[in-house]
């Protein structure tokens, strides 16, 4: 295509109609619709609801202690939950970033069997 005898850049053209698409369809978070910044982030007010899993936690499985380790304050690489001891999970390492609650689980299902592929981002 050429416009003035110059040729018209593809990615120009398509940075210029996302600018257009976000004033005419701005960006919601994925979980309530509100505005904003940027397509696949929660808002502010979701973004609370999360309960991000923290140490203290199974070696293995991630699991979150329902107890403090006092004898070892920090360092619980190589402690095992409870289960694991029980059954010996057949991986090395699992890892969760947030706690599978009710509000997780609306984005996680979302993104699983909803095609919200949009919600993405907020479940990573």
Not at 9 to 23: C, K, P, Q
Not at 48 to 74: H, M, N, R, T, V
Not at 95 to 107: C, H, L, P, Q, T
Request: hydrophobic residues 35%; contains cysteine; charged residues 20%.
């Amino acid at each position: 295509m050429t416009q003035g005898g110059g040729t018209i850049n593809t990615s120009h053209f398509r940075h210029i109609a996302g600018r257009a698409l976000d004033v005419l369809l701005p960006p919601q978070c994925p979980s309530c619709n509100a505005a904003v910044e940027s397509p696949g982030v929660l808002c502010g007010a979701c973004w609370q609801q999360i309960d991000f899993l923290s140490d203290p936690q199974g070696s293995a499985c991630g699991l979150p202690f329902k107890f403090e380790l006092d004898a070892w304050p920090g360092k619980t690489d190589g402690v095992l939950c409870g289960a694991s001891v029980r059954d010996r999970p057949p991986f090395q390492r699992a890892r969760a970033v947030m706690v599978y609650g009710d509000f997780s689980r609306k984005i996680v299902l979302a993104l699983k069997h909803g095609d919200r592929t949009d919600t993405a981002p907020a479940a990573n």
